[in-house]
Nanobody, 130 residues
Framework: QVQVAESGGGSVQAGGSLRLSCVLSSGYTYNSNCIGWFRQVPGKEREGLAALLVGGDNPYYSDSVRGRFTISEDNAKRTMYLQMNSLSPEDTGMYYC??????????????????????WGQGTQVTVSF
């Protein structure tokens, strides 16, 4: 089992930046092979934003955030980050970090995961205003 906990959400004006953090419990490198960030807006399906193979260096991004968001992992700190730049009001939502052990590519997991499987945090709210 992997426990995850997000932090770093808040309110920011359009064009600003935020960095989200996700602390993963010890042993996550043994119990998961994909980690990532997801976003949910009320009334919409949870959307995969960025994913990373645990210990890897080839991140995957959704079209909506590619070029603006950066996912990274600090294995020593058991922490995953999401650096978000050039934020727009469309980025407003609840942000979740997640980990899972899957038998597919992490990019596929990112596109399909909706919260039914794997380990998910409680979410951190990001609000971007004009």
């Amino acid at each position: 089992q992997v426990q995850v906990a997000e932090s770093g959400g808040g309110s920011v004006q359009a064009g600003g930046s935020l960095r989200l953090s996700c602390v993963l419990s010890s042993g996550y490198t043994y119990n998961s092979n994909c980690i990532g960030w997801f976003r949910q807006v009320p009334g919409k399906e949870r959307e995969g934003l960025a994913a990373l193979l645990v210990g890897g260096d080839n991140p995957y991004y959704s079209d909506s955030v590619r070029g603006r968001f950066t996912i990274s992992e600090d294995n020593a700190k058991r922490t995953m980050y999401l650096q978000m730049n050039s934020l727009s009001p469309e980025d407003t939502g609840m942000y979740y970090c997640a980990a899972d052990f899957v038998d597919t590519f992490c990019s596929s997991w990112m596109r399909r995961a909706r919260g039914d499987y794997g380990w998910w945090g409680q979410g951190t709210q990001v609000t971007v205003s004009f």
